[in-house]
């Protein structure tokens, strides 16, 4: 569990303190309540999906580019069916040994 400490307006703050006076609970429980109904309202955006959906595309594109990276690096060829490079089944530090010892 992480711990948030976070600044209020005092105005805000006494709001706060009463509604959870009021409701029976705590300040922190008011707080962590509103932040997960904030990110349940924010999952259901079609702009964030779409820019999440981004976010994955690049990571995988990134990491398919590193694979070629290293396929190229250390000789490998091997070729799944999807076409993206795959390591060979010597280790890079096999690899390595074996050059330097040519």
Known sequence: ???LAIRL???LHAQLS???????TSITDEIR???ESHLVTRRSSPELNNRAQAVLDQIEQDARDRQAAIATLFGTT???ADGN???SK???RSA???SAND
């Open 96 to 98: 390595g040994k074996d």
């Open 1 to 3: 569990m992480k711990t």
């Open 90 to 92: 010597r280790s890079p």
């Open 78 to 80: 091997d070729q799944p």
């Open 85 to 87: 490079p795959k390591a």
């Open 9 to 11: 307006e005092d105005e």
């Open 18 to 24: 009463v509604l959870a006076q009021l409701a029976g």
């Open 33 to 35: 309540q509103a932040i």
